[in-house]
């Protein structure tokens, strides 16, 4: 079975502030992943994926994430964060032997102050 | 045209009626997926369809019964729900349902029972 941990549930930040936000995954094989965003009213939006190659992936909006094996995490990174990313961020995995069922993490509300 | 539409954007229903969920893709994806967001929390899986048929039904109640009448449009009939059903249901789809196809989802209905 694959699951999703996101240890922060909610993270207040000032604006320019630097951002990271854990995602650590538990599946027994190769892995997708993938960070979507979720705006006040708004519907589901994918920031960024991982598949395979570059572990360090970028996404819109200036976010980025990294992709470390050895740890099993994807951690989301934006080096200075602006009022208009308060959202709620949730990493998801799909496992290679799971075919179109992806699992969702709880989900990390951030609120950025202006 | 990267859009997934869902019509209504918000439904009130008894608990005796019966009641449908629309949703509705134009890019050519031939997988289809329901999910459940209650509020503050990540979405379920409910059900996928690949290729107009049902492939994962995520051990739904039968009160939720689904139905993907051709690739573009996926449906989902509500019957006898119960108030804890209230939620954000969400569509989805993407082009295949392989593990590395990223998933669009629509705007969500929400749903309330009485």
């Known amino acids: 079975a694959q699951s999703v941990s996101q240890h922060n549930h909610h993270v207040i930040l000032s604006e320019a502030a630097s951002l990271e936000l854990g995602c650590n995954y538990s599946?027994?094989?190769?892995?997708?992943l993938f960070w979507y965003v979720q705006y006040p009213g708004q519907h589901l939006q994918l920031l960024l994926k991982y598949f395979s190659g570059d572990p360090l992936v970028k996404g819109i909006k200036g976010f980025e994430a990294e992709f470390i094996k050895s740890k099993f995490s994807f951690n989301l990174r934006k080096p200075s964060v602006q009022w208009s990313d308060t959202a709620e961020y949730f990493c998801a995995v799909k496992g290679l032997t799971n075919a179109g069922k992806s699992t969702f993490g709880d989900g990390t509300t951030l609120t950025v102050k202006p | 045209d990267t859009e997934v539409t869902q019509t209504p954007k918000h439904l009130v229903m008894g608990m005796t009626n019966k009641k449908s969920l629309k949703c509705e893709q134009h890019m050519g994806h031939r997988a289809m997926y329901w999910y459940k967001q209650k509020a503050k929390k990540p979405p379920e899986l409910m059900f996928v369809y690949s290729y107009e048929k049902l492939s994962i039904n995520e051990s739904v109640p039968s009160r939720f019964s689904p139905e993907c009448p051709n690739s573009s449009l996926l449906n989902l009939h509500l019957h006898a729900l119960q108030p804890e059903d209230s939620a954000l249901y969400l569509c989805?789809?993407?082009?295949?349902?392989?593990?590395?196809?990223?998933?669009?989802f629509g705007p969500g209905t929400r749903l309330t029972v009485l």
């Open positions: 599946y027994g094989g190769t892995v997708n």
């Open positions: 989805a789809s993407s082009q295949a349902p392989g593990s590395t196809d990223t998933q669009y």
